[in-house]
């Protein structure tokens, strides 16, 4: 598959998590998004918390609102849900599949989606991982989380850190993103360790 995401450092925007009740709120915001949109290569579009109906429903109005002006890439974490959704995934920019899902997943998956130029992207967290998603032909990768998450001061969830997703990053033979707890200011740093750019929830706050 060509790699068509631009050359030039970037930003991918990922939406936060959504309940039906803060739907419509989020929404209305979605203006201010489009007038900031400069450095954001594409949005993801993700919610594990909302069901397959309901998660169509907000990826089909965010797509309409968005108009073109910001290419969207849907989110997956089981392959039926992306045969499915097989209409949306075509009208949308391409797809993103969790690290689980990319194990299931067989070229003749993406083929259809492959002729139609979509673009393919997949979470990642170590080698085997990135290896498996540069087989399957992936555009990209999002590789990390890269700082600690703490909750209540205390580590939930332990980073790789800069020096590991560099050592990941260089062998990588697609475009690799960081992730987790990454902030504008990360941008130097994530240049410096290979990254192709800086993915996250934090970059679509930042941009709305």
């Known amino acids: 598959m060509e790699n068509t995401l631009e050359e030039e450092f970037s930003f991918i925007a990922i939406t936060p998590s959504l309940s039906p009740e803060n739907l419509s709120l989020y929404i209305n915001g979605l203006e201010l998004f489009r007038r900031n949109i400069n450095e954001i290569e594409f949005l993801i579009i ?30 997956f974490d089981n392959l039926d849900s992306f045969h499915q959704m097989d209409d949306l995934v075509s009208k949308s920019y391409g797809a993103h599949f969790t690290s689980s899902l990319l194990m299931e997943l067989k070229k003749d998956d993406l083929h259809k989606h492959i002729q139609n130029e979509k673009i393919f992207g997949g979470s990642c967290h170590n080698e085997e991982e990135i290896s498996f998603a540069s087989n399957l032909g992936l555009n990209y990768c999002i590789l990390g989380p890269i700082k600690d998450k703490l909750i209540d001061e205390k580590i939930v969830t332990r980073g790789i850190g800069w020096r590991k997703f560099s050592d990941m990053a260089k062998k990588s033979f697609i ?6 707890g990454l902030e504008n200011n990360d941008f130097k740093i994530a240049c410096n360790s290979f990254a192709s750019g800086i993915a996250g929830i934090s970059m679509f706050d930042q941009s709305s």
């Open 175 to 180: 475009k690799t993103y960081a992730i987790g």
């Open 46 to 75: 993700r919610n594990k918390f909302l069901n397959s109906k309901e998660y169509r429903k907000l990826a089909k109005k965010i797509m309409e609102l968005l108009d073109g002006k910001l290419p969207c890439v849907l989110h």
